[in-house]
DNA sequence: GTGGTCTAGACCACA
DNA sequence: GTGGTCTAGACCACA
């Protein structure tokens, strides 16, 4: 992972474990990386880790088991639910900061469909967890 | 201003001052109040908004006369120029934040347009200075 | 048995075992099963029925026989002390937690009388040891 | 302040804050002491300090503003609906953990009533935040 | 081996 | 001076 500067290395990781969840890389049910593991693989200190992982369960997105370790939450709908909400979170906020102009939504969708063409995507996004560490 | 909360104080001056511009509430050539001035009616450290006013000036966007005070860029254009650079730079920044999702063009305008509607708009934006304290 | 996240499952067995003693359905001099059996039933480690077997013997609860097996105390009167104790220790634990709130003792009886309305009474204890194992 | 073994210290420096709160000791908008001042006092690390303040900021009950300090929220009815979901969570909890012996509501009452008689009402509940050091 | 807490201390962003 | 983040590393509780 290249972490971005001047955004928090927890929430990055947070983001990038609910993005997998969300994408199905990650299952319900499935056993997390564990704290020591994960610091080592992102060269991050264990705190910072162990940080995200606090977050996503006070959000009752995994569950820790002290002496088992830590596993996604069995939600029925989970990646789906992960999915919606983030998509529809960052595109409110970003209708937010673009209120103040006054577009009319006509507007508003012709900037977006233009820039969409000029975004190149890229179609990477490794799982922090790869197939073969799973078991 | 009702400032937002995790957002620094600094940055919410500089783009109001910038959306004021865009929006024609502030015209090029115009004087802009000075530090003093606009602190005690923000009820902010002047620190605070000397930091707004020296972005803006690193952007070209107004320029200090010592003796005189800071006035808006004459530059043709300015107005213009700003709008379509914030809206892009928001655009950009919201199809960068989802891209991770792989949603197709059509997907993604079918999202903001969705929530357009929900949004509910906002057309209150009183410019920082007011017609008064212009002189 | 469902453990709750976040108490240890030690404690959890150790609690649900007095629980059946103080409610008759372990009674005095009776074999209890063994921590092999235990773990395999519960789903748990070996280790964790050891902890919490040792807890019950060091309070005198229980006694292990080497190459006999492990049995309930024949104290007289063990499951009313045991009840006693318990119920009482917890409303000690209550009264310690609230009494930073400087309530008196009618406002206290008040609140307990108002939550034990709502309380949904859960009647299912189901023994730990069930009657066909018992041999 | 005497921390209590097995609690996490930053649980109780909470906990402490909220009854403070409740009980009027430090009043809505009034400002916390700093990050650095609190862990001096307590003779707690600063870390430990700034963990007990973040969990009261994701609950609403205080709000951060960099470079300025922490205040204790404004919301009406703060200290009132702070007490009583305390007190009503330690009820709920000690009832749910005495449920499992089957007493019917006299008989909790009785018990509670008994240990009212028994229980040494401390009444000392020094501030964390001492009158002097308010300025 | 797993998670959870805590310390000592650095360094940054902000007002 | 404020709050926020991060590191390095210890030590405990639990399974």
Known sequence: ??????IPIYLQIEEKLKLDIALGHLMPGQQLPSVRDLS???KVNPNTVQR???????????LSHRGLGRFVSEEAGLPQRL???MVQLRTQEYLEAIQAFELDGAT???????????????PSNNPVIKKNEEA
Do not use: P, W, Y
């Open 83 to 85: 999915r919606l909400s």
């Open 108 to 122: 508003v969708l012709a900037v977006v469909q233009e820039q969409l063409g000029k975004h190149i995507s890229n």
């Open 40 to 42: 080592a693989t992102l």
């Open 52 to 62: 995200a992982f606090q977050s996503l369960e006070d959000e009752g997105i995994c």
């Open 1 to 6: 992972m290249n972490f971005k500067l001047h």
